[in-house]
């Protein structure tokens, strides 16, 4: 056994979450250096805007698609794309510590592939949702969705522990369920654009996954297709 002196203090982030933090603090830092002035000149202030309209998931784009039947490659992007631009600062901050927080739990049970599609294909069906059941023409920026289906992964494994232990399994839910309200009463305070309907997409997108990309979940399915 180790000496514990030779113990991190710091409990190591597993490197796909790491890499998915770098990716977004390094965009957002160039937004708001770029803002401020301090880098890529006088152009630099218009970035942020332009990358959300080159970047951002658009429900009246994905309308378009369907009714047309043209799939452009530089529209589908939009829907992994949009993830990793946020409206400000603050809206990219509060993202990557929900990233880093989630991300480190579920990252420690998950393969470090599981984890990256969990956080992809989860911001792929909130986008999803959100271009289906609203019709705004606001765009869907931020990785949220993503997010929230991290909270659907550690959900899953919640409900996993307290049917091990014969407890309650709604109660894993419990979570879930106080950050809905808690966007609720903030969306009737300060108003907001229906992001949430893309956060319960992603939320159940990645509780869904959950049973697929689990540890052991293919040998499950195996086991139980040769019983039938």
Do not use: C
């Given at each position: ?50 990358a ?12 378009w ?14 829907f ?12 990219a ?21 599981a ?19 609203l019709?705004?023409?606001?765009p ?7 997010i929230y ?27 879930i369920g106080?950050?809905?309200f ?13 992001d ?33």
């Amino acid at each position: 056994m180790p000496a514990p002196y030779n113990e991190s203090p710091v409990n190591p982030l597993p490197p796909v979450v790491v890499g998915l933090f770098l990716v977004i603090a390094g965009i957002e830092a160039a937004f708001t250096l770029g803002q401020a002035g301090l880098a890529g000149g006088p152009g630099a202030v218009g970035w942020r805007m332009a990358a959300v309209e080159t970047y951002g998931f658009s429900g009246q784009i994905l309308g378009w698609m369907i009714t047309q039947n043209i799939w452009p490659p530089e529209h589908l992007m939009r829907f992994v794309t949009y993830q990793f631009v946020h409206a400000s600062f603050t809206h990219a901050l509060f993202a990557v510590a929900l990233l880093l927080a989630l991300g480190k739990m579920v990252g420690e049970v998950f393969s470090a592939i599981a984890t990256l599609a969990i956080f992809v294909v989860s911001g792929i069906g909130g986008a999803l949702a959100f271009g289906l059941i609203l019709s705004t023409p606001q765009p869907l920026i931020g990785a949220f969705p993503g997010i929230y289906g991290l909270i659907g992964a550690f959900t899953f494994l919640l409900w996993l522990r307290l049917g091990q232990m014969g407890e309650n399994q709604y109660r894993a839910f419990l979570l879930i369920g106080g950050l809905l309200f808690i966007q609720l009463v903030f969306g009737i305070l300060f108003g907001g654009n229906g992001d949430w309907v893309a956060d319960v997409g992603g939320f159940v997108t990645g509780f869904a996954m959950s049973f697929l990309v689990a540890p052991g979940a293919w040998a499950k399915i195996r086991a139980r297709l040769r019983q039938r």
